[in-house]
T-cell receptor, first 115, second 115 residues
């Protein structure tokens, strides 16, 4: 099993450009998440998808959109990149069953630099 | 409002000694707590967790203690090894149908174990 995979690993954008970060998991998890990590801030939730066909905002959703393409894939789109979106982005997945919390598994991250 | 706080940005410990990492939370709805370990250029990896129905959970060299009345948890690593040098994140979640497994992270503590 590959677990959670993310592409690309690293990207440089100019202000105003758009891009999509891809995430896929092969653990048959129903819930998926996008976080960003900034120095001194820990990881902050951008968007999540509790199950296939649903998405919802997290703590810092402004400037982002998401698509839950199928059970395996959850993408994050920056429509018009800004320097404030320079960060490391992590995708995670877990199984939610009956309201019980289980461990989230993380991908290796995408490092994004917006100039 | 930082609902999960790790007040020590860094900790330095000698190999073989105990490492104690601390975490405080403010949201009384949190009932599941996790510790993640993160190496540079990698995603966070799950280390150990504890449910609010327990006050202690052990896994090999790692023990997590939970003090619900103080809203405080700690991670003990005994004995510490140089390979334990990493960033440690505390995370919290609330079980139940509307939480969808969302995690709230602390800012992280950089642990350095010296040989």
């Amino acid at each position: 099993n590959a677990g959670v995979t993310q592409t690309p690993k690293f990207q440089v954008l100019k202000t105003g450009q758009s891009m999509t970060l891809q995430c896929a998991q092969d653990m048959n998890h129903n819930s998926m998440y996008w976080y960003r990590q900034d120095p001194g801030m820990g990881l902050r939730l951008i968007y999540y998808s509790a199950s296939e066909g649903t998405t919802d905002k997290g703590e810092v959703p402004n400037g982002y959109n998401v698509s839950r393409l199928n059970k395996r894939e959850f993408s994050l789109r920056l429509e018009s990149a800004a320097p404030s979106q320079t960060s490391v982005y992590f995708c995670a997945s877990t199984r939610i069953f009956g309201g019980a919390v289980e461990t989230q598994y993380f991908g290796p991250g995408t490092r994004l630099l917006v100039l | 409002d930082q609902q999960v706080k790790q007040n020590s940005p860094s900790l330095s410990v000698q190999e073989g000694r105990i490492s104690i990492l601390n975490c405080d939370y403010t949201n009384s709805m949190f009932d599941y707590f996790l510790w993640y370990k993160k190496y540079p250029a990698e995603g966070p990896t799950f280390l150990i967790s504890i449910s609010s129905i327990k006050d202690k959970n052990e896994d090999g060299r790692f023990t997590v203690f939970l003090n619900k009345s103080a809203k405080h948890l700690s991670l003990h690593i005994v004995p510490s090894q140089p390979g334990d040098s990493a960033v440690y994140f505390c995370a919290a979640s609330a079980s139940g149908g509307t939480s969808y497994g969302k995690l709230t992270f602390g800012q992280g503590t950089i642990l350095t174990v010296h040989p």
